[in-house]
Every structure is written in structure tokens, then in C-alpha cells.
């Protein structure tokens, strides 16, 4: 099973696909974790790509192509992808799908986390973390049980992401619907497309998605 989940930045995609992780044993291949993975192992990949970093250029779609290609490669993938932030373009949609052939692989779904951008909003900027050992809560929808007191592992110290502001969330929704909703109707025309309801609770988005994956 090899899937993409797509959605703007905090739709739940990285929620859903530790998740499908856990549960299916698939693979997540996140191309900014990778790219950090690779840069750090010191891997073929990963030193051209650091030495395109350092002189303070963007990573090419040859070198992120390179870099699935060799995730791909590797035995835990076997049980199956989950494409979480590529492709992001037209060009990348293509490359992936010549990645996958090339394995004799092929995509399955291409599931979209559908949001509402005022309550994705409210959702972004309430979030907050434990600073010890990283349990998530919200102003709103998650208060730990004794107010200051992490859950956890009891620690007082809490910290907020300084890109998780409103500014920062419209900013990010509208580059999403510029670059990589145009990508859907590629999938729609060979009907991968299925749509969730991402402002739902994890749970019932978790449900959803493998209803998807089992029908």
C-alpha cells in the first residue's frame, strides 16, 4: 500500500501517519526528516545535498527524488509508503510516479485532510508542547489535568513554536492551495482522490482513513 496524505500544515497529516505507521507497518517518508536523516548518515544523497544547503540554495526535485528512491530501496519499505509533504508540484507527482514504477510499485489513495481555514487557525495557534519530554496539549481542546503540570512526566516547562501565529497559518494555507492542491486533479483523473474530514477528531479521521485503505 503506498499512499500520499495531503493537506495544509496542520491538517493532522503527521498525526495520521504515525499512526498508519504504528498500526500497518508502513513506512513514513517525510522529505524533511529524510533530507536531515540523509545529511546527517553522511549518505551519497545526503552530501549533495548538504553541499547545496551550505551555499544557501533549495534543494532540487533530483535530489529529493534521489533521496526517496534510496528510502524506497530499503527492506522496511516494503510493507508500504506514506507520503507526507511530496509531491508538492506537478513535476513532483511525476517523478514519484516514475519512482514507483521503476520498483514495480504503484500508488494507491491520495487521501486529502479537507480543513477549515479559520478553525485550522484556532487549532495552530492554541498548541504548545511539553519542553521536557515533547506530549502535546492546547489552550483549548487539551488542558493538562493540573493546570502548569505536564501529564506526563510532571515537568512545569512548556513551549510554543514562534511559527505557530495566525499570520504564519494563512501564509502557509494559501501556499498550499497556489502549489499543491493544483496537483489533485492529476489524481482525480486516475480517481486515487478520496477526501476527509481533517477538523474531525483524530480518531474519527484515523477511522476514516482506514476505512479508505480496507474498501
Known amino acids: 500500500m503506498n499512499i500520499i496524505l495531503l493537506g495544509p500544515p496542520g491538517a493532522g497529516k503527521g498525526t495520521q501517519a504515525a499512526r498508519l ?6 513506512v513514513q517518508l517525510s522529505t524533511g526528516d529524510m533530507l536531515r536523516a540523509a545529511v546527517k548518515a553522511g549518505t551519497p544523497v545526503g552530501l549533495q545535498a548538504k553541499a547545496v544547503m551550505e551555499a544557501g ?3 532540487s526535485d533530483a535530489i529529493v527524488s534521489a533521496l526517496i528512491g534510496e528510502r524506497l530501496d530499503q527492506a522496511d519499505s516494503a510493507g508500504g509508503a506514506i507520503f507526507d509533504g511530496y509531491p508538492r508540484t506537478e513535476a513532483q507527482a511525476h517523478a514519484l510516479d516514475l519512482l514507483l514504477s521503476e520498483r514495480a510499485r ?3 489513495f491520495v ?10 487557525i484556532e487549532r495552530v495557534v492554541g498548541r504548545y508542547t511539553c519542553a521536557k519530554c515533547g506530549e502535546g496539549y492546547h489552550d483549548r481542546f487539551k488542558l493538562p489535568m493540573v493546570a502548569g503540570v505536564c501529564d506526563v512526566c510532571g515537568s512545569t516547562e512548556f513551549k510554543r513554536r514562534p511559527d505557530d501565529n495566525a499570520e ?3 501564509t502557509r494555507m494559501a501556499e498550499y492551495r497556489a502549489k499543491t492542491a493544483p496537483i ?3 489524481y482525480e483523473a486516475r480517481g486515487l482522490v478520496r477526501r476527509v474530514d481533517g477538523m474531525a477528531d483524530m ?3 484515523g477511522a476514516a482513513i482506514s ?3 480496507e474498501a
Open 168 to 170: 504564519t497559518v494563512r
Open 203 to 205: 480518531d474519527a479521521v
Open 106 to 108: 504503484a500508488l494507491d
Open 21 to 26: 505507521v504504528a498500526e500497518r507497518q508502513m
Open 57 to 59: 540554495e533549495l534543494v
Open 184 to 186: 489533485l486533479p492529476l
Open 111 to 120: 487521501v486529502e485532510l479537507q480543513v477549515d481555514e479559520a478553525a485550522l
Open 211 to 213: 476505512g479508505i485503505l
